[in-house]
């Protein structure tokens, strides 16, 4: 697959950092940096629905670039939602301000299942291949650009439930009621995930991340059969298609949010991913005990730090540095950055992860 004459890339830190060689400074980028703590995203965000920017590629191109113009950065994530893929395999998915995703139609119980379609991805979200092309030649090869996409439990969550839960009951009440149909369903979600990445990847990805934001509601047992399992697959598969297209593999980051430390240590030994993502409850040195020297961690200041004063933030970010030592090590908060976080606040983080 050709390069498709991409700007020759000038900041490689993350993707040195994944690959576990040294860096001068330390990489970072943030969850959810492109969104509403920016006043130039809400303005846009006024005049346009969520999910047009999305399926825009000036538009979704103009918002992944708003952070990588305002802070310095090491790392841009391309603009999109977890939830495309849901929408692709035909459930309606609103974004309903001041309340997030709605489902409106979720899956009630196994009989629902063939309402969903298998997309031809290729076409179904082509746009997000196309935003991702547009993207890396607009970035003029500033710094990598991240392509991403939902776990397949976090996407079953949605999926099932209608929107957002504090409890994932639903949708746990299907892993232990109808365990076959479960598989059933997430096996068809990670079938159109590794088309997702490969295409993401042969659109100009250079780096790609997996969400599993519904890590939380898994103990060690089931995070192993429904989470890990598939997160396997995932990088299997993406691989070996790259492998067959002839298009270089890209590092992995897995970020399963909420797992705790025995599910971080058992993903770190099988998963297979260059990067593990850890949230904001988990210590670093013990991560790091637990993972190993050859894998390379991603995180984790809690998200609400950024509330404290400057000075504070910046001396956090600069002890989050040290904790996790500048080898493999990729600074990032511990989840997306709040809708209201103060930008001086972002800036003193960022400054402060460069300062060590
Ligand atoms: O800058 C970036 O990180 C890239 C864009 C991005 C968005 N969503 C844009 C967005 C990314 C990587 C995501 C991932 C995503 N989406 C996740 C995984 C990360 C996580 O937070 O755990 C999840 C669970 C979703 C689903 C989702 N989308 C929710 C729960 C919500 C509502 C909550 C919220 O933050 O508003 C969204 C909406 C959403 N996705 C917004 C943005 C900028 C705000 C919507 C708006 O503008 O109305």
Redesign the pocket.
Same mark, same amino acid.
């Given at each position: 697959m050709s390069e498709q004459n991409f700007p020759r890339l000038q900041n490689d830190s993350i993707l040195r950092a994944a690959r576990g060689e040294p860096v001068d400074t330390v990489p970072v980028w943030i969850?959810?940096?492109?969104?509403?703590y920016l006043p130039e %995203?809400r303005e846009l965000?006024a005049k346009h629905d %969520?999910f047009s920017i999305c399926q825009t590629p000036t538009l979704a191109c103009e918002v !992944?670039l708003q =952070?990588i113009k305002r802070f310095p950065l090491d790392a841009s994530?391309? %603009? *999109?939602?977890?939830?495309v893929i849901p929408q692709a395999m035909g459930l309606v998915v609103e974004?309903k301000?001041g309340i997030? =995703?709605v489902l409106p139609e979720p899956l009630i119980d196994p009989s629902h299942l063939s309402k969903l379609r298998i997309p031809d991805v290729e076409k179904d979200l082509g746009y997000v291949g196309a935003a991702i092309t547009l993207t890396r030649h607009s970035l003029q090869g500033k710094v990598p650009l991240i392509g %991403?996409t939902?776990a397949p439990w !976090?996407l079953m969550g949605?999926m099932i439930q209608g929107g957002?839960s504090s409890t994932m009951a639903q949708a746990r009440i299907w892993l232990y009621k109808y365990p076959e149909e479960s598989h059933k369903l997430l096996q068809m979600i990670t079938d159109v995930i590794v088309d997702y990445l490969v295409m993401q990847v042969k659109a100009g990805a250079q780096l790609l991340q997996v969400?599993e *934001?519904h890590g939380d509601f898994l103990n060690t047992e089931l995070f192993k059969e429904y989470s890990l399992k598939y997160f396997k697959q995932i990088r299997d598969k993406v691989k070996e298609k790259l492998e067959i297209l002839n298009v270089p593999a890209v590092p992995m980051i897995a970020f399963p949010?909420g797992a705790n430390l025995d599910s971080i240590e058992i993903f770190a030994k099988e998963a297979g991913y260059e990067v593990i993502g850890l949230d904001w409850t988990i210590d670093p040195i013990e991560a790091r005990k637990r993972v190993g020297p050859n894998i390379t961690l991603q995180g984790n200041m809690d998200p609400t730090a950024l509330y404290a004063t400057t000075e504070k933030v910046r001396q956090r970010a600069e002890n989050m540095v040290r904790e996790f030592g500048k080898g493999r090590y990729i600074a990032n908060l511990g989840?997306?950055v709040l =809708?209201d976080a103060p930008i001086p606040s972002v800036e003193a983080f960022i400054e402060g992860i460069h300062s060590v």
């Open positions: 969850m959810r940096q492109a969104g509403r %995203f965000r %969520f !992944t =952070p994530i391309i %603009f *999109s939602d977890i939830l974004m301000p997030g =995703p %991403f939902g !976090t949605y957002g969400f *934001s949010k989840h997306g =809708p």
